[in-house]
């Protein structure tokens, strides 16, 4: 395991990577981008060559061994820096092949131009053995496919700002020797990239590597299958992303006629696919995985390609639809294919272990070489013989991309087997990119992260909690460990608003409740049962006697919601035997989550308590609707009551009627063989509620409501498990003079009473 840098030296490295990147885009788009492609044309180059000058770049692969070896002797970095040096010196034949030009020595030109562009990627396939090692050491971290996409992200728009300048310069019909000046810029630039990266730190342990061995790499990789995959995979995207988009310049020039300022023009438009690819990728790839996205580029690929082998030869001849086709190729094509490239870099460096960067890099790029060398040159080569043959350039290029449309969709169905490295499903990353809400939640991360203010990261927790969303688990568990109790508490307020745990979330959560009591632990607890996490039950059981009440009594709740009713009884002699409000309240409350019968007994015996204050007799009186199941109902009757005590004897009298005019709307004066029996019983006890609960409210007298509720036939209830519990109790408290001032509990009896009526008159008219 590599040692990660320390935040402040990563920063500082990442900073002069970051100009290294500038840097070397601007050497490479000047040097041997589309320019390269341009020129060799200008000379009179066939497909053949340009597949041969494109095949190069692939080669340079092949050298990475080379570079190994040297890394036994030699630092990784000054190996890479060294490499870089001399690249761009290797292209001082190209700067004069106009000279050998203009004394028209064509065959020359493109000798030196190949020689050159040979020297370019054969040194520069020696220094690539520093890329992969380098890139791990200094992405290290939570962020790592942010900044790999950030990189991406540099190079696309150093290209796309260069090429937008480069087409400037050129114009439409340019003198051979503004390549040579633009060749010369770019030496400089190749030169001063090679300096600027000896600046970056070692990565340390990669210059003791044993001898290369290709033999034991390859055994390796392909013993794996997850890996074997990959490789398959990178040879058809490397493939078809390496012809498709080096033959794109040839198809705009032989097939569309247009000059070479233009082309350079259609390749800033690439430029800025590149770029939106890697700024999408940079806002999602942290956040849904490398597997989902590397699916998506490749299927914009797909898409793209489709319209070049449709395209009508009845278009060709308007100019405009001509640039505004190949503009759309051209951003498309690197958009999705260069996100391709990407992402599958950032996929690899996820699939294998950090250790086996350097000899899996190795197979990486030896993969990639051997796709791209070989697909350029058979293109070129396929090009020339449809040409040969008497195919036109419209119908050969035809031929050519229908060819990689279909490696592309063998490319895609093996891209849904790669193993998904804690990844979103496909469906899921797509849903994700179309919901307002998941953006939101990404850009509030984004910020997140970047922020180093406490109070905007307080801000910035409150709005994620408003928005919940899966994807921001991982963050709000780090923040979650934060030694700031605000940034705690926020964190894992966030995380009740979810609608789904992780494993990590629950682990981390129950973790918190032994850690942090009297902080955020109770709130941790609520999660836990609001989210039915069952195996925190044990842990929840041994918290009910806590001394931090608040825990206590999320932890009464929590396992209400989970149902450990054997547990009930236990709650029950916390709640009576405790003196704190707060407590008996959401022990309260708990029972009538559980709500067993049986519980009855014990919220009552917490009325007859030392005087209950107000606040807690409505939770009691609350709890026992719950278990009565009429809790929405009551809970209407007791805010009225609340508005005004002085109300209770005419809200107990509109239930009492109210139930009655019930009955008599829907039963009375019907007749029905079936239910004979119970009518003429139903009827009485209707007509009959006024008259008890008069008696009790006006007259203070309980025993005729007491003796009307016994008089209810318990068969006829006997599917409701509370009905025999409830009708003991209450016949019982309104005899009872203690319970004389008890108010709220009296309105709870009558309106049960009334809503037995309601309930059999139900029952007896369907």
């Known amino acids: 395991m590599i040692p990660p840098l320390s935040p402040y030296r990563q920063g500082k490295a990442r900073a002069v990577f970051n100009i290294f990147n500038t840097f070397n885009a601007l050497s490479w788009n000047l040097l041997v981008g589309s320019i390269i492609t341009l020129f060799a044309l200008r000379l009179g180059a066939s497909s053949t060559y340009i597949g041969i000058l494109s095949a190069l770049l692939y080669m340079s692969l092949f050298f990475l061994p080379l570079g190994k070896m040297l890394a036994q002797r030699f630092k990784i970095v000054s190996i890479y820096s060294f490499a870089w040096v001399v690249r761009a010196l290797g292209m001082i034949p190209v700067v004069f092949a106009p000279l050998a030009a203009y004394t028209g020595h064509h065959d020359t030109a493109l000798g030196l131009t190949m020689l050159g562009v040979a020297i370019f990627h054969i040194?520069?396939?020696?220094?690539?053995?520093?890329?992969?090692?380098?890139?791990?050491?200094?992405?290290?971290?939570s962020d790592q496919g942010s900044y790999l996409t950030q990189i991406q992200i540099i190079n696309s728009a150093t290209g796309m700002f260069s090429g937008f300048a480069i087409a400037i310069i050129l114009g439409r019909s340019p003198p051979l020797f503004l390549y040579s000046f633009i060749m010369t810029v770019g030496v400089i630039c190749g030169i001063t990239s090679g300096?600027?990266?000896?600046?970056?730190?070692?990565?340390?342990?990669?210059?003791?590597?044993?001898?290369?061995?290709?033999?034991?790499?390859?055994?390796?990789?392909?013993?794996?299958?997850?890996?074997?995959?990959f490789l398959t995979i990178l040879l058809l995207v490397a493939l078809v992303s390496g012809v498709s988009r080096t033959f794109l310049v040839v198809y705009a020039r032989e097939v569309f006629i247009q000059e070479d300022g233009m082309i350079l023009l259609f390749t800033v438009f690439g430029g800025l696919g590149n770029l939106l690819a890697g700024m999408l990728i940079k806002f999602f790839v942290d956040k849904i995985g490398a597997k989902p996205i590397f699916i998506i580029c490749t299927m914009v690929s797909l898409a793209t390609l489709i319209p070049i082998v449709f395209f009508p030869s009845s278009a060709m001849g308007y100019l405009t639809t001509g640039i505004l086709f190949l503009s759309f190729l051209f951003f498309m094509l690197n958009f999705g294919f260069l996100g391709s490239e990407g992402i599958a870099q950032t996929y690899f460096m996820g699939l294998v272990p950090s250790e086996k960067t350097l000899d899996m890099g190795i197979l990486y790029f030896f993969v990639f070489g051997v796709a791209g060398a070989g697909g350029s040159f058979l293109a070129g080569l396929l090009l020339d013989m449809l040409t040969f043959v008497g195919c036109s350039q419209f119908v050969s290029f035809k031929i050519l991309y229908a060819i990689i449309i279909a490696l592309t969709v063998m490319a895609i169905y093996l891209q849904r087997k790669l193993v998904p490295l804690g990844a979103l499903s496909l469906g899921g990353a797509v849903k994700i990119m179309f919901s307002y809400r998941e953006l939101q939640a990404i850009s509030l991360l984004d910020r997140l992260n970047k922020t180093q203010d406490s109070r905007q990261e307080e801000l910035l927790l409150g709005a994620l909690h408003d928005a919940p969303s899966p994807l921001a688990i991982r963050d709000l568990l780090e923040r979650a460990r934060s030694p700031r109790l605000v940034t705690r508490f926020e964190s894992i307020r966030a995380l009740e608003r979810l609608e789904n745990l992780s494993e990590d979330a629950e682990t981390a959560l129950m973790n918190d409740i032994v850690n942090n009591p009297f902080t955020t632990a109770y709130?941790?607890?609520?999660?836990?049962g609001n989210h039915g996490c069952v195996s925190a039950i044990p842990l929840l059981r041994d918290l009910v006697s806590s001394t931090d009440y608040m825990l206590a009594g999320e932890s009464m709740i929590a396992l209400a919601k989970l149902w450990d009713t054997t547990f009930c009884p236990q709650i029950e002699q916390v709640i009576l035997h405790t003196d704190n409000p707060r407590l008996k309240i959401m022990g309260a409350e708990s029972l009538g989550i559980f709500a067993s019968p049986r519980s009855l007994y014990s919220l009552l015996e917490m009325l007859r308590g030392a005087n209950p204050p107000p606040y807690l007799r409505d939770e009691v009186v609350l709890a026992m609707a719950a278990i009565l199941d009429t809790q929405s109902q009551f809970y209407r009757l007791l805010v009225c009551f609340h508005s005004d005590a002085n109300l209770a004897p005419a809200l107990a009298m509109d239930e009492a009627e109210a139930a009655y005019e019930f009955f008599k709307t829907n039963l009375s004066g019907r007749k029905g063989a079936r239910k004979k029996d119970e009518l003429p019983v139903l009827s009485r006890q209707a007509e009959s509620i006024q008259a008890a609960v008069s008696a009790f409210v006006h007259e203070h007298d309980g025993s005729v409501l007491s003796r009307w509720i016994l008089e209810l036939p318990s068969p006829v209830f006997s599917r409701d498990p509370v009905f025999e519990v409830a009708q003991t109790i209450f016949s019982e408290v309104l005899l009872d003079n203690e319970m004389a001032s008890?108010?709220?509990?009296?309105?709870?009896?009558?309106?049960w009473a009334a809503y037995q009526i309601r309930s059999w008159t139900n029952r007896l008219k369907t």
Do not use: D, W
């Open 123 to 141: 040194i520069r396939g020696i220094g690539m053995i520093g890329n992969n090692p380098v890139l791990s050491y200094l992405s290290a971290g």
């Open 523 to 528: 709130i941790s607890a609520r999660i836990l």
């Open 195 to 229: 300096v600027l990266i000896k600046k970056i730190p070692e990565p340390p342990g990669v210059g003791q590597t044993e001898k290369i061995n290709l033999t034991g790499i390859f055994r390796e990789a392909l013993s794996q299958p997850a890996i074997k995959l």
């Open 742 to 751: 008890y108010q709220r509990l009296h309105l709870l009896i009558i309106h």
